[in-house]
């Protein structure tokens, strides 16, 4: 099946390129990473029909977040030291930390009797979210456009020089 | 191709534990905030699957207001960090400890 292996692949890059987000020892390479985990996200959401989802996860995390994050690291670096790696403190604890998490949800998910089955074909979700959006969340959007506005102006504020 | 849900939530899981030994196990503030946009994606991944098998659309809509939560929270969050670099030249989280005594 065609499908499963391109799936399983889109796995593969999100979970590989997520350890290597974490794990790297160059910044950089974080960043390239991550840009990679953000894609393989945008496809799984189009392996589940999600195709506006899709298609904002692509222009919000990789067209603006991780561009954003490439200018903190830009300004945050003295270029010269790319390689600022402050790698571990408690791996140890850490670790169990976050295996035990892992595991926890392992259990709880692989536990629960899940009930619903899919529609195998869905058309596009645009116009239900489009009208969502406008009648029913109507509120929780202008309130977001709102924080928008807000941290536009927080932003300038902090990142403003001197005083 | 149908996905079956239990794939995409524990994905979801293993996303967002990765996210959270990030958290743990770095000390750069960049790498820090990066994680938990890790961990945002995994909750965002987890809602568009139950979106998906419960057949309607309001996941999608929670996925997109959380979706502009992280943007407004990149913006001020790294305005924060150019700042404290600014005033502290550092990134590293155990120098940030001007509260703790």
Redesign the interface.
Known sequence: ?G??II?WMV?AL??GS??L???SQN?IY??IA?LF??MG?AG??I????D??AA??IV??VG??LV??I???M???RIRDVR?S??????G???V??TL??LG??RM??GSP?H?????E?EG?VS??GK??MV??LL??EV?SV??L???M???M??R?GD | MVVPLEHVIILSGLLFSIGVMGVLFRRNVIIIFMSIELMLNAVNLALVGFSRYHNNVDGQVFVFLVMTLAAAEVSVGLAIIVALFRNRQTVNINEMNLMKN
């Open positions: 099946m499908a499963d799936f796995v999100t979970v997520a350890f987000v974490v794990l910044l974080s960043a991550l985990s953000f996200v799984l959401y392996f589940m029909m999600a506006f989802i904002t996860q919000i995390y603006g977040i954003l994050i200018f903190g690291i300004l945050t670096q600022i402050h790698t571990s403190m408690q791996r604890i850490g670790g930390v976050v998490i892992f949800l392992f998910i692989t899940w619903f089955e899919a529609i195998p869905v979700t239900g979210i969502l959006l029913e969340y929780p959007f977001t924080l928008l807000a941290a536009l927080g932003a300038a902090l990142s020089r």
